[in-house]
């Protein structure tokens, strides 16, 4: 008798997800151990702290003899351990994500962040989005935490999505979004920033976080015979909704809520399932009077988060302020030839 084929292709990757499943929980376990056993080091070095530097050098020669084909007893690594123990100054940290990731990014956390609630936060994220190292560094340097929990978010969401979607999507909003990996120019029209945002679509995904998916750059809406292109059209997997995203040059301005809220109206009238829940709308400008964006979202029928953004953050703002404009560059240059 032949097997089913549809049948046993989805044995196969019930077996497979399995496997997976079963690989992840031994590495998670076994990094944990590793943990635990750096933390008890730790613990001993930072009980002994009044025999000096010495005892640290010493006791990785010692280690070194008596393991000599084990990795990760440097003197380096061993007060890496110390710092570790007295962060984490009791065994509970097993029990938080810090447990759950490498132990190159808990370097990471302990080189970069003093405090222990970002440490947390950050590790919670990499835990659950699977951060490489170099990932987790660009989102502590980036100010993530910063930008996503203590931001000031603009949105009209807890009015116009139910719970708990309302705190899932305030979530999500960053402000302002970082797109320095799009090269500045000081001419740059909202088309230039999209082709370049869709050009570098996964460090798009990687700014805007979990869940999204793009399907797509002026995507075309066809109303009452009408032509209309939203800038870009994403499905948020975790919101379970569209997300229409709208980029705009120059200052917020109230007429661009309208815009987008008739946007979201035709995707939720065209594109959304009955499964699906209501469509977002993120608007991002390159800067924004907060009030002015409140007023504007007050009374819109649509969820709606006004954002600003930033296209690079190579400069600081005093020295920015500083440097002299495009025309003043002209006007010298011109002054000279004459």
């Known amino acids: 008798m032949l097997m089913n084929s549809n049948e046993y292709l989805h044995i196969v990757e019930a077996v497979k997800q399995e496997i997976r499943t079963a690989q992840y929980r031994a590495a ?25 530097s010495k005892f640290v ?51 990471v956390l302990l080189d970069k962040l003093s405090s222990p609630e970002e440490r947390l936060w950050y590790a919670e994220r990499s835990a659950e989005n699977g951060w490489s190292r170099n990932v987790l560094v660009h989102q502590i340097e980036s100010g993530l935490y910063q930008r996503q929990v203590l931001a000031e978010k603009v949105s009209n969401f807890g009015n116009r ?47 805007l976080g979990t869940g999204f998916a793009f399907l797509g750059n002026q995507y075309h809406l066809n109303v009452g015979g009408d032509d209309f292109y939203i800038d870009l059209l994403f499905y948020n997997l975790n919101l379970r909704s569209y997300v229409v995203i709208e980029l705009k040059t120059g200052e917020f301005k109230p007429e661009y809520a309208g815009q987008l809220n008739f946007y979201l109206s035709a995707v939720d009238g065209i594109l959304k399932k009955e499964q699906d829940n209501p469509s977002i709308g993120l608007l991002l400008c390159k800067s924004k009077n907060d009030l002015v964006a409140e007023y504007s979202l007050k009374d819109m029928s649509k969820p709606i988060g006004v954002s600003a953004y930033q296209i690079t953050s190579s400069l600081p703002e005093e020295l920015e302020r500083q440097l002299p404009s495009v ?3 002209q006007k010298r240059i011109k002054g000279e030839k004459e």
Request: hydrophobic fraction near 45%.
């Open 28 to 52: 998670v376990s076994v990094n944990r151990e590793l943990l635990v056993l750096y933390h008890s080091i730790g613990d001993v070095i930072n009980a002994h702290k009044t025999w000096g």
């Open 57 to 107: 050098e010493n006791l990785a020669a010692d280690i070194k003899l008596s393991f000599p084909d084990a990795t990760g007893y440097s003197v380096r690594n061993l007060k890496y351990m110390a710092k570790f123990a007295a962060a984490y100054p009791n065994d509970e940290f097993v029990q938080q994500p810090v447990a759950q990731i490498p132990w190159g990014h808990n370097v």
């Open 161 to 207: 999505l139910p719970s708990p979607q309302s705190e899932l999507a305030t979530q999500t909003m960053k402000d302002p979004y970082i797109f320095d990996f799009i090269p500045f120019k000081a001419d740059m029209v909202e088309r230039d920033i999209e082709q370049a945002l869709v050009k570098d679509v996964t460090k798009l995904l990687l700014e």
């Open 327 to 329: 025309e003043d560059i």
